[in-house]
């Protein structure tokens, strides 16, 4: 029985590390941070991905992430996701914003 304990502890672990958001997932998780960086009550920049991850919990059926909430190391691949997306969308809103402000002033 330990034997079979110990197979399924491997079993799980290996994939808990081969876990990868589907493209569905990753395109609902920019599309709420882009959605969050672009509103106009927008407070911070920098506090994106802690806004993001609330509305993912919040919203998880609606955003295909039901699979994601309740297994840590889904949880930490999701986190680590959002913080690079939104980081990724935070350059690309500060280059929109300085090419607007160069085209007009």
């Known amino acids: 029985m330990e034997t ?3 197979l399924l502890d491997d079993v799980r672990t290996c994939l808990e590390d081969n876990f990868h958001l589907s493209k569905q997932q990753a395109v609902n998780v920019c599309a709420v941070i882009m959605d969050i960086i672009f509103a106009p009550q927008c407070p911070s920049a920098l506090t994106v991905h802690i806004t993001a991850e609330a509305i993912l919990l ?3 059926a609606a955003l295909l ?3 994601i909430w309740g297994t840590p190391a889904r949880e930490i691949k999701l986190r680590s996701t959002i913080k690079s997306t939104a980081s990724s969308v935070r350059g690309a809103f500060k280059t929109d914003v300085s090419e607007f402000r ?3 002033c």
């Open 65 to 67: 992430m039901t699979n």
């Open 102 to 104: 160069s085209a007009f």
């Open 58 to 60: 919040d919203q998880k």
């Open 4 to 6: 079979y304990k110990s």
